[in-house]
């Protein structure tokens, strides 16, 4: 079934329940049919606009109901949607929209003034439009005097290869590169999700991520919407208001990354919340410190479920619901997905327990990047295994555990040091609030261990003490070779910390 339809089926059945609440001014809230109007007004709106299917509609808004209801119309008139993260500047804006072709842009009105010169100049951008989210009754007013076809109930193609969504990847090897999301795509991975987390009608999902992301919209919205769910939006994270909504709300279901579970377990007192309603709390886009995996179990007594996704595939790999919820690893294939590990070199598949590339293969792998047929076909396998990039292993009973990006594989002096192993390490030190490990060129190894270190504050450490701190725990030509202490480290949107910006400063 069509991800669509199953929102309409939804719609049919919970008419009356809440599907959408915003916690923040505007304070906005709206059951399941409610929003199906506003999304069907909006979807004539923009074949008014003459619109038309795999028309690139790009949306550089905030989280708010704009953002949702033109996503969701948009996909509804056979378009295509371009979320785009609010913090692009106006020069990697022009790039996004330059190379989708987008024909219609929808932006914040803050940031109009920053960016209205250079969408004029874009050739095939037609038409721009700024919303201030913050004035419900602009968006509302823009959309009104439009009338619904009788036909609109099912406008949509039912083509399982119909691209619904592009999301361009982080751009860490060269130019971002515009990962084509499907209708396939999308259903099989949100069904698949359905099946392992056991998402139900009756879940009340608080949601704290950016919406642009895949994380945010398909895996957390989406999922939502899927199950005939409820969602509770916070447009800004806040770790104290997140806990006492959890509890005050009897939530049951909480999606975030290491940075916001790291900030919750630094909520003081964070123990005297009872989570003991929660149904569900995973972690990913970026891999969870074995502490915090250890502290928010003894802390709240839950245990966060870990899993593996990326822009090109949604969900991959996900710890069960019911089971071992492995410390370190990502857990075991969702219904319908394959994975392996192979040599990188040979492409050759590697016996359990020997770190290699991963693979995947199955209905949720995005259809190719827009316009780049030659990095469409290099990032496959002559089989039709998408080459993730990602380095790992496989234990004997089927458990995925991650190594880090393959392009932040660190080889000195002929020998494979994965960054994790050593940051894994680093951060058991006492003074360590988070170590980062990455690899400089060096004219005797080759390239040599560098970290990159944040200390707990009112804490001290020197450098020799945290080489020592590793050499007493790993093997010599694993330990750093220098550490660099500093204030903070770069993170993109998602809080995952930005190797390659690192590498670029400290490695000249």
């Known amino acids: 079934m069509h991800f669509l339809e199953r929102l309409d089926e939804n719609i049919r059945t919970y008419p009356d329940k809440l599907a959408l609440e915003f916690l923040d001014p505007p304070l906005q809230r709206f059951t399941y049919a409610e929003l199906d109007?506003?999304?069907?007004?909006?979807?004539?709106?923009?074949?008014?606009?003459?619109?038309q299917p795999e028309d690139r509609v790009a949306l550089q808004l905030p989280k708010c109901l704009e953002f949702i209801v033109?996503?969701?119309?948009?996909?509804?008139?056979?378009?295509?949607?371009?979320?785009?993260?609010?913090?692009?500047?106006?020069?990697?804006l022009a790039y996004f929209l330059d190379d989708s072709g987008a024909r219609l842009f929808f932006g914040d009105d803050e940031a109009r003034q920053e960016i209205e010169s250079t969408l004029a100049q874009l050739p095939t951008l037609e038409r721009y439009t700024f919303l201030d989210y913050r004035s419900p009754s602009q968006f509302e007013e823009m959309v009104a005097n439009t009338t619904i076809p009788e036909n609109s109930q099912q406008q949509y193609s039912h083509d399982a290869d119909t691209t619904v969504s592009m999301i361009y990847t982080s751009g860490t090897t060269g130019r971002p590169k515009g990962a084509m999301i499907t209708a396939g795509n999308l259903t099989s991975n949100l069904d698949a999700l359905h099946?392992?987390?056991?998402?139900?009608?009756?879940?009340?999902?608080?949601?704290?991520?950016?919406?642009?992301h895949v994380h945010g919209l398909i895996t957390s919205f989406h999922g939502a919407l899927h199950a005939g769910a409820s969602t509770l939006a916070l447009r800004k994270f806040d770790a104290h208001r997140v806990l006492q909504?959890?509890?005050?709300?009897?939530?049951?279901?909480?999606?975030?990354?290491?940075?916001?579970?790291?900030?919750?377990?630094?909520?003081?007192?964070?123990?005297?919340?009872d989570l003991s309603r929660m149904r569900l709390l995973t972690s990913g886009s970026d891999r969870l410190p074995d502490e915090n995996f250890l502290a928010f179990r003894e802390t709240f007594g839950h245990t966060l479920l870990e899993r593996y996704g990326m822009t090109e595939t949604g969900m991959n790999i996900s710890n069960p619901l019911e089971g071992e919820r492995?410390?370190?690893?990502?857990?075991?294939?969702?219904?319908?997905?394959?994975?392996?590990?192979?040599?990188?070199?040979?492409?050759?598949?590697?016996?359990?327990?020997?770190?290699?590339?991963?693979?995947?293969?199955?209905?949720?792998?995005?259809?190719?990047?827009?316009?780049?047929p030659e990095k469409t076909a290099a990032a496959f396998s002559p089989h039709g295994w998408l080459r993730t990039g990602d380095l790992g292993l496989r234990e004997p009973d089927g458990y995925f555990t991650l190594k880090g990006r393959a392009k932040d594989l660190i080889i000195t002096g002929g020998f494979?040091?994965?960054?994790?192993?050593?940051?894994?390490?680093?951060?058991?030190?006492?003074?360590?609030?988070?170590?980062v490990v990455i690899g400089c060129p060096d004219a005797d190894w080759g390239e040599r261990v560098v970290a990159v270190v944040v200390t707990e504050p009112r804490e001290s450490v020197s450098a020799e003490d945290l080489v020592r701190f590793c050499r007493e725990r790993l093997a010599a030509y694993k330990c750093p070779k220098e550490i660099i202490f500093t204030q903070s480290l770069p993170r993109n949107a998602m809080g995952k910390v930005q190797k390659v910006k690192l590498r670029q400063e400290l490695c000249g």
């Open 195 to 212: 099946t392992a987390w056991g998402w139900r009608s009756d879940d009340l999902l608080l949601h704290a991520l950016p919406m642009f």
């Open 37 to 51: 109007a506003v999304i069907r007004q909006c979807a004539a709106y923009l074949v008014d606009l003459g619109v």
């Open 326 to 372: 492995r410390m370190g690893s990502v857990g075991l294939p969702l219904p319908g997905v394959e994975a392996r590990i192979v040599d990188p070199e040979t492409g050759e598949p590697l016996s359990d327990g020997q770190a290699g590339a991963v693979q995947i293969r199955g209905p949720n792998v995005f259809k190719g990047y827009w316009r780049q």
């Open 416 to 435: 494979n040091v994965y960054p994790p192993e050593v940051e894994r390490v680093l951060n058991e030190h006492d003074a360590v609030k988070t170590g």
């Open 245 to 273: 909504l959890l509890v005050d709300r009897k939530c049951s279901v909480f999606m975030g990354v290491p940075t916001i579970y790291q900030r919750i377990l630094a909520v003081p007192d964070a123990a005297r919340f």
């Open 70 to 92: 033109l996503h969701l119309a948009s996909i509804r008139i056979g378009a295509i949607t371009l979320p785009l993260n609010t913090a692009y500047p106006a020069a990697e």
